[in-house]
């Protein structure tokens, strides 16, 4: 899978939205994880 078809997936999957410019920082795994959990409404 190429970057933008992951971040769509993370955006359906959890329910946030990933702007571009935080989307082209998600380089690892890590990465999107922190994003999610930073950004998720829990």
């Known amino acids: 899978l190429d970057t933008v ?3 769509m ?3 359906e999957e959890f329910g946030v939205e990933i ?3 935080a989307a082209e ?3 690892t795994v890590k ?3 922190g994003y999610i959990e930073e950004n ?3």
Request: hydrophobic share 55%; glycine share 0%; proline share 6%.
């Open 19 to 21: 702007p571009d410019d």
């Open 25 to 27: 920082k998600i380089l």
């Open 40 to 42: 998720s409404a829990a």
């Open 9 to 11: 997936a993370f955006e």
């Open 31 to 33: 990465d999107a994880i």
């Open 5 to 7: 078809e992951l971040v």
